[in-house]
């Protein structure tokens, strides 16, 4: 079975451009995470989809945002990049919200020139 | 606040025996998981501890005590390909209840 799927795997952008990632949970997965991970540091929680609803946010500025689509699949968009915006974004899911462990993505590696 | 600690660099020797502590201090306690991230690539899940005591998976062992928020992550027989950073992540209770909070990682070298 597929794992959980990034796409893309690699991004350049500048400052003050838009940029949106996207997700593929694992089939039967209702759940998706976005995690912010700079280098050096653990994953930082941004938002937790489920059943297309935003079930949580963690502390990000309102330039970050995301949704579930009706296949729970998901977008994170990132509107005027910052050059601290460089980091690796993942995506996690789980079978639902509550007391089931997360599967990460490859992730992807996010640069701002 | 919310708080948790491992140490920033291990070494140990290959066949040896490790283990990582990790400390917690959070608002709720939902469960304590430890992940192994190798460079480059994606945290895979290793154990989940909720009740106190210890959970045994192969060469991987993880102890829970909540009265103390500590938590360790023991690692026997250690080969080449366990070098990694080991996460240590809280989840949290009230709103994004399968919210992960994650230490900022344990790097391990085994050496030859």
């Known amino acids: 079975d597929a794992g959980v799927t990034q796409s893309p795997t690699h991004l350049i952008k500048t400052r003050g451009q838009q940029v949106t990632l996207r997700c593929s949970p694992i089939s039967g997965h209702k759940s998706v995470s976005w995690y912010q991970q700079v280098l050096g540091q653990g994953p930082q929680f941004i938002f937790q989809?489920?059943?297309?609803?935003?079930?949580g946010r963690g502390n990000f500025p309102d330039r970050f945002s995301a949704r579930q689509f009706p296949n729970y699949s998901s977008e994170l968009n990132v509107n005027a990049l910052l050059l601290g915006d460089s980091a690796l974004y993942l995506c996690?899911?789980?079978?639902?919200?509550?007391?089931?462990?997360?599967?990460f993505g490859d992730g992807t590696r996010l640069s701002i020139l | 606040g919310q708080n948790i600690d491992q140490p920033t660099e291990m070494t140990a020797t290959e066949g040896a025996i490790v283990q990582i502590n990790c400390t917690y201090q959070?608002?709720?306690?939902?469960?304590l998981f430890w992940y192994q991230q190798h460079a480059g690539e994606a945290p895979t899940f290793l154990s989940y501890n909720v009740l106190d005591g210890l959970e045994e998976k192969g060469r991987f062992s993880s102890f829970l005590s909540r009265s103390k928020g500590y938590s360790y992550l023991l690692l026997k027989e250690l080969q080449m390909k366990d070098s990694a950073s080991y996460l240590c992540a809280v989840r949290g209770v009230g709103g994004a209840t399968n919210k992960l909070i994650f230490g900022t990682g344990t790097l391990l070298a085994v050496q030859p």
């Open positions: 989809y489920y059943e297309k609803e935003e079930r």
């Open positions: 996690a899911s789980s079978l639902s919200y509550v007391n089931q462990p997360q599967h």
């Open positions: 959070t608002s709720g306690f939902n469960g």
